[in-house]
């Protein structure tokens, strides 16, 4: 079980993610505003982050590293993101589209490596 933050301005991939992925056991916190996310992250203390990075700006993205530098963040966006000089210091990228199991897959393997899970 791991604990999973999400960021997506788009309800329905919000919710979709949120559902999925807290029908496999974990604790989910799903949120469409970026301003709550840095609360989020000291109070929710999450494993793993998931960001809709185009429509949050990179700054927020820099913003939760310097707060919490060792909180995995994938990031989930259309394919213009590809390329962003961010993407290299991000822990994932998932092109939106995907299929749940591959932001599983995303998931999994970063959980497995001790040095990226931070709170389990």
Sequence with gaps: MAKILILDECPTTRNLLAE???????????????ELILEEVVSFNP??????SLKYRW???KEVKNQKPDLPIIICSQ??????????RS?????KGFDLN????????ILAQPDLAVSM
């Design 20 to 34: 999925e992925l807290a029908g496999e056991g974990n604790v989910v916190v799903s949120t469409g505003k970026a």
């Design 47 to 52: 494993d793993v982050a998931i960001f809709d």
């Design 79 to 88: 394919p213009g993101a590809n390329g962003h000089p961010h993407l290299t």
């Design 59 to 61: 700054a927020l993205w």
């Design 91 to 95: 822990e994932g990228f998932i092109m």
């Design 102 to 109: 591959e932001i599983k897959e995303c998931i999994s393997a």
